[in-house]
Each structure stands twice: as structure tokens, then as C-alpha cells.
């Protein structure tokens, strides 16, 4: 009995560390409405700044597709105080990181920097969000920017026409159906003043998380908000926003493309997969990884080594909130290895959906897992990309626990039946593209 | 009653007893600062504990070491295959009891090859802790070579070397070594498919035996993780060197830092790559950071002479210019390295060419000095929220407190005798920035990309360039 209550012991303590490191995120709120969240960590000399929009490219008018994601490129332009790229110029004198990206659900922009530098972090992120330089000539800059760049891939990239073909296919009637930049020979022609108008909305500050995290004082980075942050004005507040998990397609698409010339003939796969605030996401993510993770990867296993056929694969997954999409692309120049991987992939979607994986298997998998979402914990930027993400789906702070609860529970009769459910054919869109 | 009374009292001093002994055993590490536990096994295996407690699962590193001056297309041919043989997880069928441990153990592993070391560096859960001894034992004794894997592994070698990995980083530090040391034994290209086809499996037995032996090696752990723990496990488990010595590596000799280009031509729509490696002091050396000071005074952004010219002169469309470090027994080299249009290459290296050259006429400024230090001690700060980051510079830090001292911190301390002079005397004696009016240009330039298009693109430095491919 003692012996057994000493083993608890033993075997809490080791624990402490984890669960104080995940206790530790905490809120206040500005009176001007701005959240902010602090996840301090003592064992960094760093710190990352995160300004957490709970706006992305699902929120623009419908006319005006791909404003959101001009601002990814103008919160980079400098506003009265700033010159443009001095974001970049300053935090890369002090060694540091700048960062930012729009995405459908959310846009995230942030700075890695020394710790006892946060202050110029949350000065150059509250003049970002007092005022932007929204110049007839610096967006006009931008709009062609995005135009000759996104033009050029599509033009010589098939891959890249492939996947968004196959994307907006999956996403049918969803928010995400449109590409982020919306349609791409509109962006010239969107409206400057149209622009300007939308802009309030983006940098509406109740829909702003800032998120902090890695060392700092907490009184001091107080006095630093307070300095920075009181002035600006509170934004309106708008209802919550309630993301809806969506279901499996109901019925599959087939598609061939014949270009002529065309040196590798290619089979692209989009998998409509759980919404990020499903409870099923987390299966999927595992025979996500399973499939097609590089350290895993039983896709490349039976398709190159089992069945030697010589394939090229490449995958990639859109973490979105309301649904996913999971693309695998096969390509190989004889038609026939394409046939015979198109083949051997689906009886190996047939195989997953009707017997278990082994338990050998299934604690690999769950290992990889765990040390990734651990990886991700550790590194100040993504652990506010996480907390804010979260915090956006639930209201809720302290997701860490519960993610990793849940993650070490995952059994493969949980994979089985995410199996059953969204490897069907009929929740599948394949595109072929084949050589004349 | 009575009885029950004196059992359960007994048995609450013996929980506390208990709690306070595991308590003290964890209390100094629960200080959520790093410490370090250095000791060699009886087997000659050196093994570095990095112990932080806030690190939830545990990073790993096994350099196994290899004598770079020594080899040759033969040896170079081993070393990948045997490599390849071992860890590459396409080759995994039928599978080996090396690559199901790594896949028990969290399969989060990779490997690089340098020319000097085999790095094997993993992450996995502290659960873990134990089997990963086995699994280092299951490195060194691997004998699980098998023909049909063998055959392959040559086969589908070079599909297997693009994959995964940044090769053309590892293929430049390579030739650059080699150009470096005096040992440049490639004609036209980096590695021959009959090479590869001339290795018998026997070769790469010999290799191991050789080479992957716990005297021959240094493991870096960290994470939560009980030194003494394992400390033990790692006796127990690891087996003994074999009686065949150790090779004697070939004595250190004179640099070779004279001036090279080396083109290797790849097919690939991708802009060209360039590789600047210049010669530093080792990274126990005083000289080590003043170098990386000047370094940066030079090729950093955005406060760099060549980015600073680029955009005075307009020549170019500003380049910015990535730098990294790869660490060898004697030296330290440099590198460089940027993407950059066809057209822009020639421009690109005649102004690093110049902007070195007056460096013997305009020494590095005090502003200069300042901004680069500031840099220098942001970026490390910066970098080390990293779990990975430059193991072996934080254990350096340990050094001269004695081990099992708390680290220190990366800050100013760290650099009180980097003055700015110091900065100027050494880019003055290990770039050769006076010497720069002599004959003797310094540096190995190495770029990758269409050979074609580079020599037509390369006028002024065209009879400079040697030309390679990759088999």
C-alpha cells in the first residue's frame, strides 16, 4: 500500500512542471475592450507578441473578396510614426522575429524578440493598431504585387491550379470555398476606398487578442500595455462568433484534365476532414499523421516501398475551424504507376476503415503526436498562435490539459471509426490530370 | 483501535517521509533552471545532461565522428549508404530492430551528415528515458544489414538523398570542407552512380565497427531527465568498443582559404543558391565571437555593408543574406547564403569581393561594432526559446563555473572582451582584410543551380569557376 502510494508520488512530481507551465495563461481586459493574454514561461530569454485578429478572409463582404488579405501586406506599410517595413527593420536589429498571416478564421501577426525588448514590440504593434498607411499608392502597390505573384504560380505551377480546384470543390458552400486572395482578377479592380471603408472592421479591437508569451515581468509589461494600448479607441462589440462543425461530403466528385505536354501525370485527392472545433478532429489528425506525416508516412511506405511504384507524394492539410481539407497529390510520368497507386491508396482507405490498427502502431502515432503539440507549447510563437485559436473556438483559456487528456486517450477504434466516416469514396474529390 | 490508531499514524510518518524524500530528490530541479551533468561511461562514451524541467519531453543527440581529412569518393559512398541503410525509414522493408525501437521510441528522429560527424539528434517522451539506452546500444552493434535493402538503398540512392533534407546546403559544406583542407578528390561530379555501384555490404560492416563505437561518439540529453538514472541505464546497456583501435585521424594541416568557385549544376527551375564559406576560429575560441561580430558587420541585415550597398547603388533588388554556422573540430565556417536571379550573381560576388577589400581601408565602425553585437546578443536570446539550439554553445557556457552549476544567461557579460578592436584584429588576421591588395583572395564560393545559365552569367569570374554535377 505504501509502496503504491509512493509510486503516485513518484509519479506526480515529475508532473508538476507540465501543468504549472499550462496553469500559468491568464487574462484582463483594457477598458477599452482589448483582451489580453498572458502565457509567461521562466526558462526563455524571449518573448513573442501576438496580435490575434478574430477576422480573416471568411469576413469580407462578398463583393470584395481578398481585402483581408491585402492587410496581411499592408500592416507591413508604416502608418504616420512608421516608415514601411520598419516592423522588420527594427525587431531584426535586435535579432528578432517579425511575422503575420491571414487566414480564413483569424489573421495572427507577431514578434520573437529578447524579453527585455517587449516594450518596442507592443509600441510598433499599438501604432499598427492606432493607424495604417492606407495610401491610394501603397495599396495599389500591393494590389499588383499579389496579382503578378499569384498570376505567375498559376500559370507555372499546375499543382497549385490542381489543389485549389480540388479545395474549392470540398469546401462547396462554405466560407472557404474562395481562394484567401479571392478571385484573382478581380484585385485589381477592388475599390481603394472600398479598402479604407472595410479597414475599421479588421482592426476592431473587441475582436483583438493580445497574446504574450515567454519572460517577462508581469507589473512591468502592465505599465508596458497600459502605456502602449489605453489610447487607442474600444471597438464595437460584435455578437461571438459561432463556428458550426460541418459534415462529410454526401456524394464524390471525379474530374480529368488532359494538358497537353504535360511531363508527370498527376492524381490529386481532396478529403473533406473534421472542423477544428469537431471532437473528431483529433482522430483525423491522427490518421492524418499516420498517412501522410514524413516521419510516419504509410502512404510513402506502401506505395514506394511495398508496391514499388516510384511515386511522388506531397500533402497538405488547411486547419481551418469550420471544416478541413486534407490533399494528397500523387504524381508519377507513366500513367499506369498512377493507376495502381490511386488503387492501392484506396484499398488502404478500405483497410483502415474496416479493421483496427495495431497498438504498436497507434502509441507511435500518439507519441509523435504528443511530442509535437509538447514542441509547440515550447515555442512562445506558436504557443499564442495556440491560446488564441482556442481561446476564439471555446472562450477558453487553458487548452493544454485537456488536449493532451484527450490526445493520450485516442484508441484505434477511435481511428477506425474517423476512418469509416471521412476516408469514403463518397467524401473524397479527385481531380486526374493527365499528358495528351 | 488503539492498533489502528499507531498503524495509520506509522503509516502517515512513512508517507511523509516518503513525500519529503521525493521532494528533496526533485527539489533542485524543480527551479525551472538548466543544469548541466557531465561524465564519460566506463565505455568511453561521453555523455553531456542538459537537465531543464520546464522541457516537457527529451531531446537527444548522438555525434558520431569521422575523419573528414581522410576521405575520399570511396569512404564518402560508405558513409551515406550505410547512413541510408540505418535510418532511412523508406527503406524499412523488411524491417530492422533499429528502425522498430525508432519507431517505439516516437520515430521523431533525423540524421545529418557532415563531413567530420554523423548527427543523430531525437525527440521523445520521458517515458522513453529507459528504452532509449537499449536503443543506443542497438546503434552502435547494428548489424541488421540486409541485401535486398542494400540493393535498393543504391538503386533509388539519389531519390533518397533529395528527400527530406536541405542537400544543397549539405553538398556545399561538403565541397567546401574538401576545397578547405586540401583534400578535393572530385572531378566532375559529387558522387558517381558506379561509386555507389563498386560498395559491397561487407565495406559498410567494416565502416561501422570502425566508426560507430561509444569511444568515437558524444551523446548530448536534454530535457526533464534524472542524470543518475540515466547514467545507469547507459552503463548497463551499452556495449563495449570493440578491441580493434581507434583509427588515428590524419594530423591537423595548414587551410587551404585561397579563393574557389565551385558550380554545381542541378536541374531545377528554382533561382540559383550561393554559398559564400569563409574560414573562423573554433567555437572555444576567444577569436570566435569578434569573427561572428564582423561577420555580421559585413553580410547582416538590415545593417550589413553588402545589403547597405545594394540599396545605395541599387545594383540589385536587396538581397538579404542568411548566415549559419557549422562547427568542426579545428575550425568554425561561415556560411553565407542566398537565392538570388541569374542575373544578379556576377554583381553579387565582385561586391562582397569589394566590400571585404575595404575593410583594410574603413575598419568596422563603432556603430557598426554596436549594432552587430546587438544583434549578435538579441539573436541568441531569441534563439534560445529554441529546444534545440546550439547544444554546444550552451554547455560552453557551463564552462569555467564547473559542472552542475546553473548556465548563465546569454547577455553582455558574455561578451566583455569583444571590443571593438578585438573585432578589427581578428577580421584583419582571419579574413586577410589587409592582405586583400595581395594575390591571394580568400573564401570558397559555391553555387547551385543550371551551370549553364550560371557561367553564362559569370564574365569577369567565369575561368575561376570549376564545374560539377551530382553524379
Known amino acids: 500500500m505504501i509502496k503504491a502510494r509512493l509510486l503516485c508520488w513518484l509519479l506526480l512530481v515529475p508532473l508538476i512542471p507540465l501543468s504549472a507551465q499550462s496553469l500559468t495563461v491568464s487574462s484582463f481586459d483594457l477598458p477599452n475592450g482589448l483582451k489580453v493574454i498572458l502565457a509567461p514561461s521562466g526558462n526563455s530569454q524571449a518573448a513573442a507578441v501576438c496580435v490575434y485578429h478574430m477576422h480573416g478572409a471568411r469576413s469580407d463582404p462578398a463583393d470584395g473578396r481578398g481585402i483581408a488579405y491585402l492587410y496581411q501586406y499592408l500592416m507591413f506599410d508604416g502608418n504616420e510614426n512608421l516608415e514601411p517595413y520598419d516592423h522588420v527593420l527594427f525587431i531584426g536589429k535586435m535579432g528578432g522575429v517579425v511575422s503575420g498571416r491571414v487566414s480564413y478564421d483569424n489573421s495572427v501577426f507577431y514578434e520573437m524578440l529578447p524579453a527585455q525588448e517587449i516594450n518596442v514590440a507592443l509600441w510598433l504593434e499599438s501604432e499598427r493598431l492606432k493607424s495604417l498607411r492606407l495610401r491610394d499608392a501603397n495599396i495599389d502597390f500591393h494590389k499588383n504585387q499579389i496579382f503578378n505573384r499569384i498570376s505567375r504560380l498559376w500559370e507555372a505551377n499546375l499543382g497549385f491550379k490542381a489543389q485549389t480546384w480540388v479545395s474549392s470543390k470540398v469546401f462547396e458552400g462554405l466560407p472557404y470555398e474562395f481562394p484567401l486572395y479571392g478571385d484573382l482578377n478581380r484585385i485589381p479592380s477592388l475599390g481603394n476606398e472600398r479598402i479604407r471603408e472595410n479597414y475599421p472592421n479588421f482592426q476592431n479591437l473587441a475582436n483583438i487578442l493580445l497574446i504574450i508569451a515567454g519572460k517577462f515581468d508581469i507589473s512591468e509589461l502592465r505599465n508596458g500595455i497600459n502605456k502602449f494600448f489605453q489610447d487607442i479607441p474600444p471597438g464595437r462589440r460584435s455578437a461571438s462568433p459561432v463556428f458550426n462543425a460541418q459534415n462529410q461530403r454526401k456524394s464524390p466528385v471525379l474530374k480529368n484534365w488532359v494538358v497537353p505536354g504535360l511531363k508527370k501525370s498527376m492524381a490529386v485527392f481532396g478529403i473533406k476532414a473534421p472542423a477544428k472545433i469537431s471532437y473528431n478532429y483529433m482522430y483525423f489528425d491522427f490518421l492524418r499523421y499516420y498517412l501522410t506525416d514524413a516521419r510516419i508516412s504509410r502512404l510513402n511506405h506502401i506505395l514506394n516501398t511495398v508496391n514499388k511504384l516510384d511515386v511522388e507524394i506531397e500533402s497538405s492539410f488547411t486547419d481551418y475551424m469550420e471544416a478541413n481539407c486534407l490533399i494528397i497529390q500523387i504524381s508519377h510520368p507513366k500513367r499506369i504507376n498512377l493507376e495502381k497507386a490511386r488503387f492501392v491508396l484506396a484499398s488502404e482507405f478500405q483497410a483502415l476503415a474496416s479493421k483496427p490498427l495495431g497498438n504498436s502502431e497507434v502509441r507511435a502515432v500518439r507519441s509523435l503526436m504528443e511530442i509535437d503539440l509538447l514542441k509547440g507549447m515550447l515555442s512562445p510563437e506558436e504557443r499564442c498562435q495556440r491560446i488564441g485559436e482556442y481561446f476564439h473556438m471555446f472562450g477558453e483559456l487553458n487548452f493544454f490539459d485537456v488536449q493532451l487528456r484527450r490526445l493520450r486517450r485516442i484508441t484505434s477504434y477511435d481511428v477506425q471509426e474517423s476512418a469509416k466516416k471521412y476516408l469514403l469514396k463518397e467524401n473524397q474529390v479527385v481531380l486526374n490530370v493527365y499528358g495528351n | ?471
Request: hydrophobic residues 40%; glycine residues 6%; charged residues 20%.
Open chain 2, 1 to 471: 483501535m488503539s492498533m489502528a490508531i499507531k498503524e495509520s499514524a506509522l503509516y502517515r510518518g512513512r508517507r511523509l517521509l516518503g513525500a519529503a524524500l521525493v521532494f528533496l530528490a526533485f527539489a533542485p530541479s524543480l527551479s525551472g533552471e538548466t543544469r548541466l551533468f557531465s561524465f564519460t561511461t566506463s565505455k568511453g562514451l561521453p555523455v553531456k545532461v542538459l537537465q531543464d524541467n520546464e522541457m516537457p519531453f527529451i531531446h537527444a543527440e548522438l555525434q558520431v565522428y569521422l575523419d573528414g581529412r581522410a576521405q575520399n569518393a570511396n569512404s564518402l559512398a560508405i558513409t551515406q549508404l550505410a547512413v541510408m541503410n540505418m535510418f532511412e525509414r523508406s527503406l524499412n522493408s523488411p524491417s530492422s530492430n533499429l528502425a522498430d525501437m525508432l519507431l517505439r521510441q516516437g520515430n521523431d528522429y533525423q540524421v545529418e551528415l557532415g563531413p567530420e560527424s554523423v548527427k543523430i539528434s531525437m525527440n521523445f517522451l520521458p517515458d522513453r528515458l529507459g528504452p532509449f539506452s537499449k536503443l543506443l546500444n542497438e546503434i552502435f552493434t547494428y548489424k541488421s544489414f540486409h541485401l535486398k535493402k542494400f540493393n535498393e538503398s543504391k538503386e533509388r540512392f539519389w531519390s533518397l538523398f533529395l528527400k527530406n533534407r536541405d542537400w544543397r546546403k549539405e553538398i556545399a559544406v561538403l565541397l567546401a570542407y574538401q576545397q578547405l583542407i586540401g583534400n578535393f578528390y572530385f572531378s566532375q561530379s559529387f558522387l558517381l552512380q558506379e561509386t555507389l555501384n563498386k560498395i559491397n555490404l561487407a565495406q559498410l560492416r567494416s565502416f561501422l565497427l570502425r566508426t560507430f563505437r561509444p569511444d568515437n561518439a558524444q551523446l548530448i540529453l536534454k530535457g526533464r531527465i534524472n542524470p543518475y538514472f540515466i547514467l545507469g541505464m547507459i552503463e548497463k546497456d551499452l556495449p563495449q568498443p570493440p578491441s580493434l583501435p581507434l583509427q588515428a585521424r590524419k594530423p591537423e594541416a595548414a587551410l587551404n582559404t585561397g579563393r574557389r568557385i565551385v558550380v554545381l549544376n542541378v536541374d531545377s527551375p528554382d533561382l540559383p543558391s550561393v554559398y559564400w564559406f569563409d574560414v573562423a576560429p573554433a567555437a572555444d575560441s576567444a577569436a570566435f565571437i569578434p569573427y561572428a561580430i564582423g561577420n555580421f558587420a559585413l553580410f547582416g541585415f538590415p545593417g550589413g555593408r553588402i545589403y547597405q550597398s545594394e540599396k545605395n547603388q541599387a545594383l540589385m533588388g536587396g538581397y538579404k543574406v542568411n548566415t549559419d554556422v557549422v562547427f568542426f573540430k579545428d575550425f568554425t565556417l561561415f556560411c553565407n547564403y542566398l537565392r538570388l536571379n541569374y542575373g544578379d550573381l556576377e554583381n553579387f560576388l565582385l561586391l562582397v569581393d569589394q566590400e571585404r577589400r575595404k575593410f583594410s581601408v574603413r575598419p568596422v565602425e563603432r556603430k557598426e561594432y554596436l549594432d552587430a553585437l546587438n544583434y549578435y546578443i538579441g539573436h541568441a536570446q531569441v534563439e534560445s526559446s529554441r529546444f534545440d539550439y546550439d547544444l554546444r554553445g550552451e554547455i560552453s557556457r557551463f564552462q569555467g563555473q564547473g559542472a552542475s552549476l546553473l548556465a548563465s544567461r546569454i547577455g553582455p557579460e558574455l561578451f566583455q572582451d569583444v571590443s571593438l578592436s578585438r573585432v578589427v584584429q581578428t577580421m584583419d588576421e582571419q579574413m586577410g582584410a589587409k592582405s586583400r591588395t595581395g594575390p591571394k583572395e580568400k573564401g570558397i564560393v559555391v553555387l547551385i543551380g543550371s551551370a549553364d545559365a550560371i557561367v553564362k552569367n559569370l564574365k569577369l569570374l567565369k575561368t575561376e569557376a570549376l564545374e560539377m554535377s551530382l553524379d
